[in-house]
């Protein structure tokens, strides 16, 4: 059993930045693809970014890309969401996942295991 903890979400001004922390327990961390997502309130949760098992194939949903950056430490169990310049539309719960493949997955429906998410608040 895979345990996710994500952690580094908070409330940021339009235009700042914030890195979230995604701690992995309980596997063989460097095996799975990792991913973040989000689900802001009334919509459906959606694709942020996912990482391969190496770090070398990466995916970033169009809106993050210039502004997000998924990376990994496999010595450490922990993948990571930069962002920056943040804008109010970002507001949302973040969740991490893991993926039981070394790809990169970029559909919900390929992970197999969700933290319990943290919220970030963008304000204008």
């Known amino acids: 059993q895979v345990q996710l903890v994500e952690s580094g979400g908070g409330l940021v001004q339009a235009g700042g930045s914030l890195r979230l922390s995604c701690a992995a327990s309980?596997?063989?961390?460097?095996?799975?693809?990792m991913g973040w997502f989000r689900q802001a309130p009334g919509k459906e949760r959606e694709f942020v970014a996912g990482?391969?098992?190496?770090?070398?194939?990466?995916y970033y949903f169009d809106d993050g890309k210039g502004r997000f950056t998924i990376s990994r430490d496999n010595a450490k169990n922990t993948v990571y969401l930069q962002m920056n310049s943040l804008k109010p539309e970002d507001t949302a719960v973040y969740y991490c996942?893991?993926?039981?493949?070394?790809?990169?997955?970029?559909?919900?429906?390929?992970?197999?295991?969700w933290g319990r998410g943290t919220q970030v608040t963008v304000s204008s």
């Open positions: 996942a893991a993926a039981l493949t070394r790809l990169t997955m970029i559909l919900e429906k390929q992970y197999d295991y």
């Open positions: 309980g596997g063989t961390f460097s095996s799975y693809g």
């Open positions: 990482v391969n098992w190496s770090g070398g194939n990466i």
